[in-house]
């Protein structure tokens, strides 16, 4: 996966994060896992980038668990 692979996924989860909003009673338990793998493609995307910054290969980022990332600061 790269950094094209996880802005894909993030703009697919955002979209969908929209549509549930969007509804006057919305699905809270798939709007908490659609936040929950946000976290985590942005945490991905954050290490990807630092690896390479330092010289090091960014396929080697891997996604960390949710409960690690989530309610990161954005």
């Given at each position: 996966m790269d950094d094209g692979d996880v802005l894909g996924r993030v703009k697919a989860l955002v979209d969908e994060e929209h549509k549930l909003r969007g509804h006057h009673e919305p699905d809270a338990d798939r709007l908490a896992q659609v936040e929950a793998e946000l976290d985590q493609c942005w945490d991905l995307l954050?290490?990807?980038r630092a690896k390479?910054?330092?010289g090091q290969n960014p396929d080697d980022a891997a996604a960390r668990?949710?409960?690690e990332v989530e309610n990161y600061r954005q």
């Amino acid at each position: 996966m790269d950094d094209g692979d996880v802005l894909g996924r993030v703009k697919a989860l955002v979209d969908e994060e929209h549509k549930l909003r969007g509804h006057h009673e919305p699905d809270a338990d798939r709007l908490a896992q659609v936040e929950a793998e946000l976290d985590q493609c942005w945490d991905l995307l954050r290490q990807r980038r630092a690896k390479e910054e330092f010289g090091q290969n960014p396929d080697d980022a891997a996604a960390r668990p949710a409960r690690e990332v989530e309610n990161y600061r954005q």
